[in-house]
């Protein structure tokens, strides 16, 4: 009993290390009110708001090194992208229409020399229920979305491979 009370003790600090006594909750408007910071937030978008537009700017208003995003809520109209792994292919968009739960959200933002990018993708769901998921290329929030960003304290870069055009992830 006493091994598995400091397994869950144990499991649970990382959780506490975050928690906070009074959340940071912003939306798109005050993201310069957590310029710098190391500590997560909600970002909390509205209707109409544009879902990685809004994510990517919130970042540049914190100036934040990079960090990494989860989410849920509604969208609009959202159009997901499927990449091959040939270079040489376009990546296949497509457009749902209608409003679909965000059922989940997943990604991170970098910024190289001032240049910010936004890299999601998203679960979504119909209204029977029925799922779909790939990397977000654009979307509308529909009522509302909530987006945790987990700022890094040290930056993340991106680099253009040449042989793809993709640029990934290089420290």
Same mark, same amino acid.
């Given at each position: 009993? !006493? =091994? ?13 290390? @975050?928690? %906070? ?7 798109? *408007?005050?993201?310069? +009110?957590?310029? #710098? ?10 209707? *109409? ?7 990517? %700017?919130?970042?540049?208003?914190? +100036? !934040? ?10 969208? $609009?109209?959202?159009?997901?992208? @499927?990449?091959?792994?040939?270079? %040489?292919?376009?990546?296949? !968009?497509?457009?749902?229409?209608? @409003? @679909? &739960? ?16 936004? #890299?999601? #993708?998203?679960?979504?769901?119909? =209204? =029977?229920? #029925? *799922? ?13 979305? &909530? ?23 290089? $420290?």
């Amino acid at each position: 009993m !006493l =091994k598995k009370a400091l397994s869950i003790a144990l499991l649970s600090i990382p959780f506490m290390a @975050y928690a %906070q006594e009074n959340p940071i909750v912003v939306n798109k *408007g005050s993201c310069n +009110k957590v310029v #710098h910071t190391t500590q997560p937030f909600i970002l909390v978008l509205n209707s *109409g708001d544009n879902l990685l537009e809004s994510i990517t %700017q919130c970042a540049r208003d914190a +100036k !934040l090194t990079s960090a990494s995003i989860s989410g849920l809520g509604q969208l $609009h109209n959202p159009t997901l992208a @499927y990449f091959t792994s040939n270079p %040489q292919d376009k990546p296949t !968009l497509t457009t749902m229409k209608g @409003y @679909y &739960e965000l059922a989940s959200l997943n990604g991170n933002i970098t910024n190289n020399e001032n240049q910010y990018y936004t #890299h999601a #993708h998203a679960v979504l769901a119909d =209204k =029977k229920f #029925h *799922g779909i998921a790939g990397h977000v290329n654009d979307a509308e929030v529909g009522l509302t979305a &909530e987006i945790t960003i987990v700022p890094f304290a040290a930056p993340v870069q991106r680099t253009v491979d040449p042989k793809t055009g993709f640029g990934p992830i290089v $420290h």
